[in-house]
Structures are given as structure tokens and as C-alpha cells.
């Protein structure tokens, strides 16, 4: 079975733990950041862990990754979200990737801050996967090889304004913001034998109660072996960096059709992102004051389950 990890506070120090029926057994030695931890830590040595616990309740959650970490993420990699953000899936035959700020990273608990001028706040669930060493040069990686590059698991909530993201054409910006990027709560450690599993997680996102994402990692189009060859020949990577693989259908966001946008590029600058403005006016699943975003990832089979996302939409205090 796969190993859970929970990167937490208790009596004033940041440390790891090992989880086991919401009991954490503490990791020895100190680890200062995500990339440390996963240098130095083996899921079959945690296993073995023995000694004094701590109830889960008593301890406060932080981010199993840290901000000196890498926030690498795939977009559009689900063919329904491909489509409902208006590509054609068989016409679009490259990986799109960009980057999150790590100081949008937050634990799996926090609030989610609206700022102020942002309209229409979106949410989006997703795979995160965890690097085990550093990446320096073209690599080749395989099915075969990938529990060589990739440490573990965990949950992400790509959290975007549409209304920066979109009209200025600004992905860094638009799903930077400070809490944009929750994560967690646990780390799953994984085995040789639990990569395939990844290809076959089931990812639920709910707001307010109501599912408004529901799919399978079966479902990814460009997989995490290739994504990483691919991002191997372009950057370097570091153990402990992050991966977003990307999030199924059902966000907020409503982009028309090829054609529709083929329409709206004849348009003049202003009107075309005023008809923009106007139809995302009328999508009621823009996230709310209030609204509580609820995101689980798990098996079928409940080996690996990485436990669950809750983050409640507040205002920016100015």
C-alpha cells in the first residue's frame, strides 16, 4: 500500500509525519523543504516506522510542497476539457504547459482569497505529482522508469481568474494569486508497484455539495512519462518540484466554439472582450463569497487516497 505523508506544525516546529488512521507517526530529522524530504526519504523505510503519535486533529497542516519548489502544470489534457474551452482535440496535438508563482502555494485547508477586482474565480482539480531527484538534461522516461522521477502524489486545485487569465492573456498572472494554488493534504509516497495506479485515480470536485468535476486519470491525454521527457528537453527540473497534469471537464469557464471565436476575431479589440465579459456574467458556477470547494482523489480500490481539499472562498481584506 501506498505511503501517506503529512507535512504539519505541532508545538511550534514544521515536521513530517507518516499517517496511518488519522495518527502521525513523526518522521526523525529535519527537512526543510519538499526536495530535502524526498532526497532523503524512502516509502519502505517510513513504513517502518514505530513510536509515539499524534492525533491528526491536533496538528496544523501545512503544504507538502514548499515555495522554493517548482510549480510546473499541463493545460487542457482531458479531451471533454479540451473541448469545452473551445479546441479540437484532434486537431491540437501539442502539450501545453506554463507555470504557477510557489507563492501561491497553500495548505489544503486554507481559505481561498478572491482579490478584489477579480470576477469570475474559477477552480479546477488536478493530479500533482511530486519529483524524486533532479532533472538536468534530456532524459527518455517510460512507463518503466517513471517511479525513477517521480516521488509521489498529491492534490491541486488550479485556481484561476478567468477575467486576468483569458483577456490579457496572462496564465502566470491569472493563477498566481496568493492561495491560488492550495495543495495537499497528504504527500502519497509511491512504490515501484503503485505507479500504474496513477493512470487510474478518480478525481471529484464539489462546491457547496454539488459535483462539478468528476473524472479518471485514465483519461489524461498527454501522460506523466511524456510530459516529463518533454519539459526534461526544454528546463531543469529539482526533487520536490511540482506537476499538475492538468484538470478534467466542468470548470466555470465558457469559451465558444471555433468557430464563434473565428467570429469574435473579426471583431474590434473592446467589443470582442465585452461579449466575453457579458456570457462569463451569466455562468452561475463562478465561485461565490462563502462557497466551500471540496476537491478528493483516490484508487478505486482506496490503496492510494490523498485525502480531501476544502477551501472556503473569502474576500481580499484590502
Request: aromatic share 8%; net charge neutral.
Amino acid at each position: 500500500m501506498a505511503l501517506h505523508v503529512l507535512h504539519y506544525r505541532y508545538d511550534g516546529r514544521a515536521r513530517w509525519g507518516v499517517v496511518r488512521n488519522r495518527r502521525i507517526t513523526p518522521v526523525p530529522g529535519e527537512f526543510g523543504t519538499t526536495g530535502e524530504f524526498v532526497r532523503a526519504c524512502r516509502p519502505g523505510e517510513l513504513a517502518a516506522l514505530t513510536g509515539a503519535t499524534i492525533a491528526e486533529s491536533e496538528v496544523e497542516w501545512l503544504s507538502p510542497i514548499t515555495h522554493n519548489q517548482q510549480f510546473v502544470c499541463q493545460g487542457a489534457n482531458y479531451r471533454q476539457h479540451m473541448i469545452e474551452s473551445g479546441m479540437d482535440p484532434d486537431a491540437k496535438g501539442f502539450n501545453m504547459l506554463f507555470t504557477k508563482a510557489p507563492g501561491c502555494i497553500v495548505p489544503a485547508n486554507s481559505d481561498l482569497v478572491r482579490p478584489g477586482h477579480v470576477r469570475f474565480l474559477d477552480y479546477e482539480i488536478e493530479l500533482g505529482l511530486v519529483i524524486r531527484r533532479d532533472i538536468r538534461d534530456r532524459e527518455t522516461i517510460t512507463e518503466r522508469n517513471l517511479h525513477e522521477y517521480v516521488a509521489g502524489a498529491v492534490i491541486v486545485n488550479d485556481y484561476s481568474a478567468r477575467d486576468i487569465q483569458i483577456p490579457q492573456m496572462q496564465f502566470y498572472k491569472g493563477k498566481s494569486y496568493r492561495t491560488f494554488g492550495p495543495v495537499g493534504p497528504y504527500l502519497c509516497l509511491l512504490e515501484p508497484r503503485d505507479i500504474a495506479q496513477l493512470r487510474d485515480l478518480q478525481l471529484t470536485l464539489t462546491v457547496n455539495g454539488e459535483v462539478r468535476q468528476r473524472d479518471s486519470t485514465a483519461n489524461l491525454v498527454h501522460g506523466p512519462a511524456e510530459t516529463l521527457t518533454e519539459i526534461s528537453g526544454v528546463h531543469d527540473l529539482h526533487a520536490g518540484d511540482l506537476l499538475a497534469t492538468g484538470t478534467p471537464s466542468g470548470c466555470a469557464l465558457s469559451i465558444p466554439s471555433p468557430a464563434k471565436q473565428r467570429f469574435a476575431a473579426l471583431l474590434p479589440e473592446h467589443m470582442k472582450w465585452r461579449l466575453f465579459t457579458k456570457v462569463q456574467a451569466g455562468r452561475s458556477q463562478y465561485l461565490k463569497t462563502g462557497d466551500i470547494v471540496e476537491s478528493r482523489i483516490a484508487s478505486r480500490d482506496g490503496t492510494i487516497d490523498l485525502g480531501v481539499q476544502r477551501n472556503r472562498v473569502v474576500d481580499e481584506v484590502v
